[in-house]
């Protein structure tokens, strides 16, 4: 330590290494993966009482604040984390600049499609 | 990864294939073989949530599929993946704060992460034959 700082130490390690990238999806990876213990758990036992819901059990169930929110939070956070994820296989396996910039890309997209997707269906049932 | 292009091949440093397998390796694939099939996996639950956003016409079709034999082998596949990855992953955040990397102890974690999974698989799956 040199001199104390107002700075985090999040935003003090951010861009090092040697890539200047990385530590921050570390942290990135290590902060979610902390959430998703409890939300995965949660998401677990909703989809264990969803499974046995029929059509209106399920909207019926979905319609609570509780759940709701849960899995607005499961799926928000999961989605960040698989994020970093693929990105972090791509990063490993795809050599080709073109094929990895093109693949990075498509992961991104991915993975916004899929949370404003399931995002749309939990407000619309939660509001309906 | 440097583009340049060398006169001759370099030496590789030696990788997977020539790696006796051990316990902990494996268990670092199946990390990242279930994360990646966690990720394809959510297109199921987007399927689930729009399904049941809509009409019961529509919701009778996913669920009717998520019932199938197909679907719930997919499911406990899902399951089983959930588990083993969140397992794995505590193992990671232990790792991270520095405790449990001696051999025996990285050999237990290994070992409790695959125990660990398929059996809290089987309780979530006895848990939903008992109440579906």
């Known amino acids: 330590m040199t001199e104390p700082s107002l700075r985090t130490s999040r935003r003090r390690f951010n861009y090092l290494g040697s ?8 942290a990135k990876m290590h902060l979610t993966s902390l959430a998703l213990i409890p939300l995965a758990i949660a ?3 909703m989809m264990l009482r969803l499974g046995a819901h ?26 960040l984390h698989m994020q970093i994820g693929m990105k972090a296989i791509i990063d490993d396996y795809v050599h080709d600049h ?30 309906a | 990864m440097s583009d340049l292009k060398l006169g001759r091949a370099r030496p590789m440093s030696p990788h ?9 390796m494996m268990m670092s694939m199946a990390h990242r073989v279930t994360g990646a099939a966690l990720y394809l996996g959510t ?8 399904a049941a956003s809509m009409n019961s016409a529509t919701f009778a079709v996913a669920s009717g599929f998520m019932h199938s034999w197909l679907g719930m082998l997919i499911l406990f596949g899902f399951t089983w993946a959930l588990m083993h990855h969140l397992l794995g992953g ?19 974690l290994a070992i409790g992460t695959l125990a660990g999974g398929l059996g809290l698989t089987l309780v979530v799956w006895l848990i939903y034959g008992i109440w579906g």
């Not at chain 1, 890539?19 to 570390?26: C, L, M, P, V």
């Open chain 2, 90 to 108: 505590v193992r990671h955040a232990l790792w991270d704060y520095g405790w449990g990397l001696d051999a025996p102890e990285r050999e237990w």
């Open chain 1, 43 to 45: 998401f677990m036992v």
């Open chain 1, 19 to 26: 890539a200047h990238s990385g530590t921050g999806d570390h």
């Open chain 1, 98 to 127: 073109a094929i990895k910039d093109a693949a990075l890309i498509a992961n991104l997209f991915f993975c916004v499609a899929l949370g404003v997707t399931c995002l749309y269906a939990l407000v619309r049932i939660g509001l």
């Open chain 1, 54 to 79: 029929d059509y209106n059990g399920v909207r019926n169930y979905l319609g609570h604040p509780g759940p709701t929110i849960l899995m607005i939070l499961f799926i928000g956070t999961g989605i």
């Open chain 2, 43 to 50: 297109l199921l639950l987007a399927w689930f949530l729009i």
């Open chain 2, 16 to 24: 997977l294939t020539i790696y006796r397998l051990t316990m902990t």
